[in-house]
């Protein structure tokens, strides 16, 4: 990318380009998805099949056997991205009108990257309950549902909740999507740096519900947690401190990491580490350089807060760190949930699947990491690009069948019908989204 070549003033430039763009481009196109019919409309005769009265035939089935609404609608491909706009990006709760242009965001990536139609919901309410309530009314209508920027703990109670009690699959992305994004990169950067997942040192700056969700698929996919240390605003979680009595997840987190006891804030929690987690506020001071300095020799640094990482990566470089990653795409390693979440989702609703188990994240977060080891692993290239589509169509094949082997797909597809399925929806998204350019449908700026 050439980054090596530009002054700090014109790397600093450069990342705050994408925000002066925005503001440009979104009043351009006022929004960003509309409603597209995908059945033939040949002459208005065919308004009788689609509409009444020949539509009351398949409402007919539908009710006498409720499953064909999987054949008979789009509910099998349709999901909703449902937020409260309590916790967006890194600028906190800024309300649902103010999030609705990240969820709109959210469903073109859903739709261009994995085939899936989703629909942005943000909705006036802050109650856990209400949230609850809302999202299993609205179940008839979707396929899946995408929880996105729910501040903690109530997103917790929300995931856990659904997730239980909800009949269609219902994840949250800020926690399994960053999760599994996560994991990929760190098996990869591991095996950069030659060191094994189940003996590296972790230290991980914010305890929000990325990293406890994190901490907590890391250990599923066979990293010590014992070697784990988690940093919130009052230090590092240990086991007796008084402050985590009436917060069950950080008490949990705090019963299964910190083996060795430790105390204090963040420079006790990275010192002597290899790998450092951040999700925490966003930066560029965040994470100061002494920190990383303290780390071992060939540190990997995850400084993932949106939209501007913990610490500058050429800062991060500066103080000892041999690869460094953020969520950002115009820097090199991009840990983003946007490797996972369509791929994910696509594999989720081509098998039929009643959940989203972490073990389908981490089978997703494997074929992520094969697929970047296939191309080539360096420093600055830890996981595939959004560019390498055919990484999602691989993650979904990965989930299907993660999913059938645990017994939560009604549908069973062999590997190879699996591409297939995958393939032919995911290619069919991106040239309809070429044609319409291409036509004048979609005005280029």
């Keep these: 990318m050439g980054k090596e070549n530009l002054t700090e003033e014109q790397l600093i430039a450069k990342a705050e380009k994408p925000s002066a763009d925005a503001m440009e481009l979104h009043p351009f196109y006022k929004g960003k998805i509309e409603i597209v019919p995908k059945c033939c409309i040949r002459n208005m005769d065919d308004f009788a099949i689609w509409y009444t009265p020949g539509v009351a035939a398949p409402c007919k089935d539908i009710h006498k056997n409720p499953e064909r609404v999987l054949e008979h609608t789009s509910k099998g491909n349709l999901i909703a991205v449902v937020s409260d706009g309590t916790r967006v990006l890194g600028l906190g709760n800024i309300g649902p009108a103010a999030g609705l242009p990240v969820m709109e965001g959210k469903s073109i990536l859903f739709k261009y990257l994995g085939g899936v139609d989703a629909v942005p919901l943000c909705i006036d309410t802050e109650g856990a309950d209400e949230i609850i309530k809302f999202v299993k009314q609205i179940q008839p209508t979707f396929g899946g549902i995408n929880l996105e920027d729910i501040e903690k703990p109530k997103c917790f109670e929300v995931l856990?909740?659904?997730?239980?009690?909800?009949?269609?699959?219902?994840?949250?992305?800020?926690?399994?999507?960053?999760?599994?994004?996560?994991?990929?990169?760190?098996?990869?950067?591991?095996?950069?740096?030659?060191?094994?997942?189940?003996?590296?040192?972790?230290?991980?700056?914010?305890?929000?519900?990325?990293?406890?969700?994190?901490?907590?698929?890391?250990?599923?996919?066979?990293?010590?947690?014992?070697?784990?240390?988690?940093?919130?605003?009052?230090?590092?979680?240990?086991?007796?401190?008084?402050?985590?009595?009436?917060?069950?997840?950080?008490?949990?987190?705090?019963?299964?990491?910190?083996?060795?006891?430790?105390?204090?804030?963040?420079?006790?929690?990275?010192?002597?580490?290899?790998?450092?987690?951040?999700?925490?506020?966003?930066?560029?001071?965040?994470?100061?350089?002494?920190?990383?300095?303290?780390?071992?020799?060939?540190?990997?640094?995850?400084?993932?807060?949106?939209?501007?990482?913990?610490?500058?990566?050429?800062?991060?470089?500066?103080?000892?760190?041999?690869?460094?990653?953020?969520?950002?795409?115009?820097?090199?390693?991009?840990?983003?949930?946007?490797?996972?979440?369509?791929?994910?989702?696509?594999?989720?609703?081509?098998?039929?699947?009643?959940?989203?188990?972490d073990e389908m994240c981490i089978a997703a977060a494997r074929e992520l990491a094969t697929v970047a080891e296939e191309i080539g692993l360096r420093d600055d290239f830890l996981i595939p690009t959004m560019d390498e589509w055919t990484v999602f169509p691989r993650e979904a094949v990965a989930v299907g069948q993660k999913a059938i082997e645990q017994g939560v797909a009604q549908r069973k597809l062999t590997p190879e019908q699996a591409l297939e399925t995958a393939e032919t929806i995911i290619k069919r998204a991106r040239a309809e989204m070429d044609m319409r350019q291409e036509k004048g449908f979609i005005r280029m700026p």
């Excluded at 929000?208 to 996919?221: H, T, V």
């Excluded at 990293?223 to 997840?249: A, H, I, Q």
């Excluded at 390693?333 to 699947?353: C, E």
């Design 160 to 357: 856990d909740t659904l997730r239980e009690e909800a009949d269609i699959p219902v994840w949250h992305d800020d926690q399994q999507g960053t999760a599994a994004v996560t994991l990929a990169g760190l098996i990869n950067a591991v095996k950069i740096v030659g060191k094994p997942l189940d003996k590296v040192k972790i230290g991980m700056l914010g305890v929000g519900a990325s990293n406890q969700r994190i901490a907590i698929m890391l250990a599923k996919a066979g990293v010590d947690p014992t070697l784990t240390f988690m940093c919130d605003s009052r230090g590092v979680l240990v086991k007796g401190r008084e402050d985590l009595v009436n917060d069950k997840y950080k008490a949990y987190l705090a019963d299964i990491t910190n083996g060795e006891k430790r105390s204090g804030g963040p420079e006790v929690a990275f010192e002597g580490t290899d790998v450092m987690i951040a999700l925490s506020q966003p930066g560029p001071n965040t994470v100061k350089p002494e920190w990383i300095k303290s780390m071992n020799k060939d540190s990997i640094v995850f400084t993932c807060a949106n939209p501007i990482p913990e610490i500058w990566p050429w800062e991060a470089k500066k103080a000892g760190a041999r690869i460094v990653a953020t969520g950002r795409s115009d820097f090199d390693n991009q840990v983003n949930n946007s490797l996972g979440f369509p791929g994910i989702f696509r594999g989720t609703l081509d098998v039929m699947a009643t959940t989203i188990t």
